[in-house]
T-cell receptor
């Protein structure tokens, strides 16, 4: 059981370049999330998915797109990278929505460290 | 809107007890999580409170008061490996789904 994996672990982009971050989970979880973490600001939700084929916007969706074509994969795309998108990106998954009775935690991947020059 | 506040940094001595506070103002409150995050690593789950009161898990306990918008994480018998950031995260119901809103985290340094 690998849990949640993220590819790549590190990446350096030039302004205007595009890239896709891949998140994969082998726990058959319905819910998947993309966060970014910046110093002094905590984790902020970019986009999330409540099941295969669904996506929704989080707190900071601008400049990012996502797709959930397969249940186990959640892709985060940057079409035209900007220096403001330099951050650590975490993917997470959970079997149930976070909160309420009978909830479960989110399981986080190891993170992708992205630098945009 | 939503606002979650926790101290930026704390220090404590090995073997001691430390309490990390978290206050929040959110609509659609649906539970509060605490996560631990070591430098350069992913957050890992510590505790969850949805009802008022204290939840105890070994050396870690978490308390919630929904009427006061307040929670704390209590760490007993501190060990050097407890040096990490502790993230308070509030579940809020919005747009038809529950979502987690994270505080900025409290960086705890445990010294001998």
């Amino acid at each position: 059981n690998a849990g949640v994996t993220q590819t790549p672990k590190f990446r350096v982009l030039k302004t205007g370049q595009s890239m896709t971050l891949l998140c994969a989970q082998d726990m058959n979880h319905e819910y998947m999330y993309w966060y970014r973490q910046d110093p002094g600001m905590g984790l902020r939700l970019i986009h999330y998915s409540v099941g295969e084929g669904t996506t929704a916007k989080g707190e900071v969706p601008d400049g990012y797109n996502v797709s959930r074509l397969k249940k186990q994969n959640f892709l985060l795309g940057l079409e035209s990278a900007a220096p403001s998108q330099t951050s650590v990106y975490f993917c997470a998954s959970s079997p149930l929505p976070p909160g309420g009775a009978g909830t479960d935690t989110q399981y986080f991947g190891p993170g992708t460290r992205l630098t945009v020059l | 809107g939503q606002n979650i506040d926790q101290p930026t940094e704390m220090t404590a001595t090995e073997g001691a007890i430390v309490q990390i506070n978290c206050t929040y103002q959110t609509s659609g409150f649906n539970g509060l999580f605490w996560y631990q995050q070591h430098a350069g690593e992913a957050p890992t789950f510590l505790s969850y409170n949805v009802l008022d009161g204290l939840e105890e898990k070994g050396r870690f306990s978490s308390f919630l008061s929904r009427s006061k918008g307040y929670s704390y994480l209590l760490l007993k018998e501190l060990q050097m490996k407890d040096s990490a950031s502790y993230l308070c995260a509030v579940s809020m119901f919005s747009g038809g789904y529950n979502k987690l809103i994270f505080g900025a985290g409290t960086r705890l340094a445990v010294h001998p």
